[in-house]
Nanobody
């Protein structure tokens, strides 16, 4: 059964850090592609970071060097470590999983979605 549950969002001042966690079912955790997306009010959902089953990662240009996607620690858990946060990082963040052959920053590559977790960065 597919399941993704995010946690760890909240409010932080610019320059601060947050870590998002995504607890997945065994089925979704082992799909080909896991990723994090975000959606700000009035904007389309955009990819932030992805990781294939083999550990290959990809990042949106605006978060490179600041955000890190990873697996590990708790069982079947995906993480997004966010450092040097900026007000423009404010959005609802979603964990996602896809079982196809692609792992791009494209919502079409993902079949399953978490409920979302709000991140707010104040200046």
């Amino acid at each position: 059964q597919a399941q993704l549950v995010e946690s760890g969002g909240g409010s932080v001042q610019a320059g601060g850090s947050l870590t998002l966690s995504c607890a997945a079912s065994e089925y979704t955790y082992n799909l080909y592609c896991l990723g994090w997306f975000r959606q700000a009010p009035g904007q389309e959902r955009e990819g932030v970071a992805t990781m294939t089953r083999y550990g290959i990662t990809s990042y949106q240009d605006s978060v490179k060097g600041r955000f890190t996607i990873s697996k590990g620690n708790a069982k079947n858990t995906l993480y997004l470590q966010m450092n040097s946060l900026k007000p423009e990082d404010t959005a609802m963040y979603y964990c996602a999983a896809g079982g196809g052959i692609w792992c791009r920053m494209n919502t079409a590559d993902f079949n399953y979605w978490g409920q979302g977790n709000q991140v707010t960065v104040s200046s």
